[in-house]
């Protein structure tokens, strides 16, 4: 069974902390993607990566950023914690060019606080 | 800037009803509309993809249909059941494969 796992289900972090949220995927799948998911607010994109330390801006950005070294992981980090990225974390990915018909594969989320 | 609406935000039914649920997107220049479903604290699972150029797609009891021209979507569930409680999310691609989010439908199936 093709798999998205996020390395954490729960996390409790402290406000100015660095913190690295990581997602592996086994799908040889190219594309790989961050969300956050908070209520009233929907699912927002973060960044995506298209290829091997390759990234690029989502909708919210600011107070992020991402690494990826290698095609099957793609780190999130949240370089000084703050109260307001409290929330759920997803991460996905997907194989196949632009517009073709591709699979999107979400995994568990990881659910963050910020104290 | 697409905006994906969805209703109700919530919907109650019996167990064994046929339902609907909706979502429209403002802009129809689409590559392709998934729906997924999310249990509570969990990830997304994908339920169905429809490419811009289909009208629907089925998968056992589902049932997703695209109008494009009028930016609507709507999933079908036929013969509910209890397992089938959960919130409903449709998205749309407008390349690049980065979706736009619909807030999604809380479906509770009652026995």
């Known amino acids: 069974d093709v798999k998205v796992t996020q390395s954490s289900r729960y996390l409790v972090k402290r406000t100015g902390e660095k913190v690295f949220l990581e997602c592996v995927q086994d799908?040889?799948?190219?594309?790989m993607f961050w969300y956050r998911q908070d209520p009233g607010l929907g699912l927002r994109l973060i960044y995506f990566?298209?290829?091997?330390?390759?990234?690029e801006k989502g909708d919210i950005p600011e107070g992020y950023s991402v690494s990826r070294e290698k095609k099957e992981r793609f780190s999130l980090i949240l370089e000084s914690a703050s109260t307001n990225q409290t929330s759920m974390y997803l991460c996905?990915?997907?194989?196949?060019?632009?517009?073709?018909?591709?699979?999107?594969?979400f995994g568990s989320g990881t659910r963050l606080t910020v104290v | 800037k697409q905006e994906v609406t969805q209703i109700p935000a919530a919907l109650s039914v019996p167990e064994g009803e046929n339902l609907v649920l909706n979502c429209s997107f403002t802009?129809?220049?689409?590559?392709?509309l998934q729906w997924f479903r999310q249990d509570p604290g969990k990830g997304l699972t994908s339920l169905l993809l429809?490419?811009?150029?289909?009208r629907e797609q089925t998968s056992g009891r589902l049932n997703a249909s695209l109008d494009k021209s009028s930016g609507r979507s709507t999933l079908y569930i036929a013969a509910s059941q209890p397992g089938d409680s959960a919130t409903y999310l449709c998205?749309?691609?407008?390349?690049?494969?980065?979706?736009?989010f619909g807030q999604g439908t809380r479906l509770t199936i009652n026995p």
């Open positions: 799908m040889d799948h190219e594309n």
């Open positions: 996905a990915s997907s194989s196949g060019a632009w517009g073709s018909a591709y699979g999107y594969t």
């Open positions: 990566s298209y290829d091997v330390k390759m990234k």
């Open positions: 802009d129809s220049a689409i590559y392709n």
């Open positions: 429809i490419q811009s150029s289909q």
């Open positions: 998205a749309v691609d407008q390349g690049a494969q980065k979706l736009v």
